[in-house]
């Protein structure tokens, strides 16, 4: 069966190498929106295992199914979709952030070390269970702003210890200042002991 793939006049604004990647990754059709920029796939994409380091400079919007991106060289999942209709699995790849993840997955969102329900809440839920594998990486994500962060400090003071794990890695770096200003003189004081003291007050 031979996949028809959507085009419009957007499309002129891509290289043959990225219209070979999409024809070769969609499951239905894609399309570049006018509106946005971004690529939008009707069911589902598929890049999986084929020694990424990126999407080819192409960036993603919306994905109706499944958007599979597991088993490549991803550092950053910049390009990502901004939403995925059914599962996003980014797992088995070397990531240092969260940043750029989509900002609503509709069923499940599967990453190296957990497989979750996508919302704040479960991504909450995560980091209690305190793994340093993948603490630092879940508080790079878009959910965590720096006023999610400052709501969720003045909730429990302990969520000072898994920011300080964060805070001085590769991929949290970009939200530093930005939590330097939002946040107070005491919270940034909790944080700066718990990350000199490995967390043990």
């Known amino acids: 069966m031979r996949y028809i793939k959507l085009f419009n006049e957007s499309v002129s604004s891509l290289t043959q190498e990225q219209i070979d990647f999409l ?14 920029g971004l690529i939008d796939v009707e069911n589902y994409f598929n890049c999986r295992c084929m020694n990424l380091n990126d999407f080819k400079g192409l960036r993603f919007g919306k ?3 499944d958007f599979l991106c597991y088993n490549n060289k991803l550092k950053t999942l910049d390009g990502s979709p ?15 952030s969260l940043e750029g993840a989509p900002l609503k997955v509709g069923d499940r969102f599967a990453s190296n070390y ?10 909450l839920e995560e980091l209690k ?6 603490t630092e990486l879940l508080l ?14 003045a909730k429990d003071s302990y969520f000072c210890y898994y920011v300080s794990k964060a805070w001085n890695t590769e991929g949290f770096k970009k939200k530093q200042d930005d939590l330097s200003r939002v946040l107070s003189k005491e919270d940034l004081q909790k ?3 718990f990350w000199s003291i490995g967390g043990y007050l």
């Open 23 to 36: 024809n070769d990754c969609t499951r239905g059709k894609w399309k570049v929106n006018p509106d946005t």
């Open 63 to 65: 994905v109706r199914g």
């Open 82 to 96: 901004r939403e995925v209709g059914l599962d996003f699995q980014c797992y088995d790849n070397p990531l240092i």
């Open 114 to 123: 957990f497989s979750i329900k996508y919302n704040l809440n479960a991504f």
């Open 129 to 134: 269970k305190d793994q340093p594998s993948y």
């Open 140 to 153: 790079t994500h878009h959910f965590f702003t720096p006023e999610v962060i400052k709501e969720e400090i």
């Open 191 to 193: 944080i700066d002991a």
